[in-house]
């Protein structure tokens, strides 16, 4: 049983351009979600999070947006650059109970192309 | 800081070894937790410490897997014996809890393990 689904394995984009990477969930009681990126043969690096008290949360080029309705949450890269070429793992936790634990998506490979 | 620190980085061992991981978190972290990536499952926790004590194992594989941390910079994960479904990328990670809630938490780069 998948709680976090990143349903698109892959992503390409043209650089300069906008990159949106989607993850939606299942569990209800998740209440926290963070984007991790991770360039090959290194651990995973925290992005961007988001609370769900928010519907939006923007860092730089990085935005992230949260539908709570809908259990969707999307990461906009504006503009996207060759080095956000990476495999973008969308987590969610829930704060409220095992507030620790990280549920993760399998991930989507960005490749932006110059 | 240096980060989260792995070792080995990569590991090749035959089915039936006993493999040790190790890592040391980052200084002034106090939650600690061990991951596993494979293709099939993608990330999963294995096991969480807080305060050196293991708070979450229940995504411990089986009884081949065993993992301690003896103080608050040094944690191992041992699989006895080994067996090839065993191979797989392990991460460790570090955070800060405090009061509940527990910070970002950092990753390692990681120990590719390889059972033949």
């Known amino acids: 049983d998948q709680q976090v689904k990143q349903n698109s394995p892959s992503l390409s984009v043209q650089e300069g351009r906008i990159s949106i990477l989607n993850c939606d969930y299942t569990?209800?009681?998740?209440?926290?979600f963070l984007w991790y990126k991770k360039y090959p043969a290194e651990g995973p690096t925290f992005l961007i999070s988001?609370?769900?008290?928010?519907d939006k949360n923007e860092d730089g080029r990085f935005t992230v947006f949260l539908n709570k309705s809908a259990k969707h949450l999307s990461l906009h890269i504006v503009p996207s650059q060759p080095g956000d070429s990476a495999v973008y793992f969308c987590a969610a936790s829930a704060r409220g109970g095992s507030n620790y634990k990280l549920t993760f998506g399998k991930g989507t490979l960005l490749t932006v192309n110059p | 800081d240096a980060g989260v620190i792995q070792s080995p980085r990569h590991e090749v061992t035959e089915m039936g070894q006993e493999v040790t991981l190790r890592c040391k978190p980052i200084s002034g972290h106090n939650s600690l937790f061990w991951y596993r990536q494979t293709m099939m499952r993608g990330l999963e926790l294995l096991i969480y410490?807080?305060?050196?004590?293991?708070?979450?194992d229940s995504g411990m594989p089986e009884d081949r897997f065993s993992a301690k941390m003896p103080n608050a910079s040094f944690s191992t994960l041992k699989i006895q014996p080994s067996e090839p479904r065993d191979s797989a990328v392990y991460f460790c990670a570090s955070s800060f809890n405090a009061g509940g809630f527990t910070d970002t938490q950092y990753f390692g780069p990681g120990t590719r393990l390889t059972v033949l």
């Open positions: 988001i609370s769900s008290i928010k």
């Open positions: 569990n209800s009681m998740f209440d926290y």
């Open positions: 410490f807080n305060n050196n004590v293991p708070i979450d």
